[in-house]
T-cell receptor, first 113, second 114 residues
Framework: GNSVTQMEGPVTLSEEAFLTINCTYT??????LFWYVQYPGEGLQLLLK?????DKGSNKGFEATYRKETTSFHLEKGSVQVSDSAVYFC????????????FGSGTRLLVRP | DGGITQSPKYLFRKEGQNVTLSCEQN?????MYWYRQDPGQGLRLIYY???????QKGDIAEGYSVSREKKESFPLTVTSAQKNPTAFYLC??????FGTGELFFGEGSRLTVL
């Protein structure tokens, strides 16, 4: 079945460091891919998305490129801030009869001043 | 104000009691979902509904029940049969038929069993 695998956290970085959070997926067709962010005590917010191969999603300085050849959708940011500290979830949606979004296990990011 | 409203934000329950978590949306989305999140873990799907008067079990439906009598509302009941109900519960909505599959989420309800 479809699945999403994320790198385990926590990821601890200093402010202005480069961020990469790895995400790979397994799917039978051509899924849409998403990154969600969850700040402490809150629900999930959509951070960015990509709906087809080679698409690049971007938002708030974060980017991720849909790589079909490596089945990956890694999240990157060139210079993290303390306010980026949160849990990041990779997710996929494949249009089939189930209409479900499948999430990875989440990666906690902690940015120190 | 458009969006998804979950209530209550915090709820305490004694063992053996049923509790109902509310989820209301005014986004006109067809699909609604309940996820459970445990500390340091990902999201697990409890129930989902693609249309009024219809819903399907997710991966961890045991001990939970739902109803979908109106498009706007998808309440979740945590029954006494749920052995470990303390968790953070998230309601999501989506419009999958013509959309790209993204979900929108409420702010969550934190349930604690005393």
């Amino acid at each position: 079945g479809n699945s999403v695998t994320q790198m385990e956290g926590p990821v601890t970085l200093s402010e202005e460091a480069f961020l990469t959070i790895n995400c790979t997926y397994t799917a039978t067709g051509y899924p849409s891919l998403f990154w969600y962010v969850q700040y402490p005590g809150e629900g999930l917010q959509l951070l960015l998305k990509a709906t087809k191969a080679d698409d690049k999603g971007s938002n708030k300085g974060f980017e991720a490129t849909y790589r079909k050849e490596t089945t990956s959708f890694h999240l990157e940011k060139g210079s993290v801030q303390v306010s980026d500290s949160a849990v990041y979830f990779c997710a996929l949606y494949e249009m089939d009869s189930s209409y479900k979004l499948i999430f990875g296990s989440g990666t906690r990011l902690l940015v120190r001043p | 104000d458009g969006g998804i409203t979950q209530s209550p934000k915090y709820l305490f329950r004694k063992e053996g009691q049923n509790v109902t978590l509310s989820c209301e949306q005014n986004l006109n989305h067809d699909a609604m979902y309940w996820y459970r999140q445990d500390p340091g873990q990902g999201l697990r799907l409890i129930y989902y509904s693609q249309i009024v008067n219809d819903f399907q079990k997710g991966d961890i439906a045991e001990g939970y029940s739902v109803s979908r009598e109106k498009k706007e509302s998808f309440p979740l009941t945590v029954t006494s049969a749920q052995k470990n109900p303390t968790a953070f519960y998230l309601c999501g909505t989506g419009t999958f038929v013509f959309g790209t599959g993204e979900l929108f989420f409420g702010e969550g309800s934190r349930l604690t069993v005393l």
